[in-house]
């Protein structure tokens, strides 16, 4: 079992970059661990991942370019960095884990038994 607590939202102007965290109570390479968004009034959204015992990072293809993972190992934190926010990246961002998820399920939220309570982030002019 793992605990996840996101930090780092926020309000921000167009254009402008946060960085979130997502720590876990163990580490962290034991899980595929991932980012989602979820705008208001909408589902959640896969936006980048780190598979389990895999560093190579997987985005939608709406936020290449944009945002970017990486990960502190000692401090069991996955971090992601958004660049270039727009309006539309409105939303809570939750960090989830799972420790037996197949890659063909990686994008969908339902299949995750592990979740942070989510982070706000507001973009505005």
């Known amino acids: 079992q793992v605990q996840l607590v996101e930090t780092g939202g926020g309000f921000v102007q167009p254009g402008g970059s946060l960085r979130l965290s997502c720590s876990a109570s163990?580490?962290?390479?034991?899980?595929?661990i991932t980012w989602f968004h979820q705008a208001p009034a909408k589902g959640r959204e896969f936006m980048a991942s780190?598979?389990?015992?895999?560093?190579?990072?997987i985005y939608a293809d709406s936020v290449k370019g944009r945002f970017s993972l990486s990960r502190d190992n000692a401090k069991n934190t996955v971090y992601l960095q958004m660049n270039n926010l727009k309006l539309e990246d409105t939303g809570v961002y939750y960090c989830?884990?799972?420790?037996?998820?197949?890659?063909?399920?990686?994008?969908?939220?339902?299949?995750?038994?592990?979740w942070g309570q989510g982070t706000q982030v507001t973009v505005s002019s």
């Open positions: 989830a884990a799972d420790a037996h998820l197949i890659t063909s399920r990686l994008r969908s939220a339902e299949d995750y038994d592990y």
């Open positions: 163990t580490r962290t390479t034991a899980y595929t």
């Open positions: 780190f598979k389990r015992n895999n560093g190579n990072p």
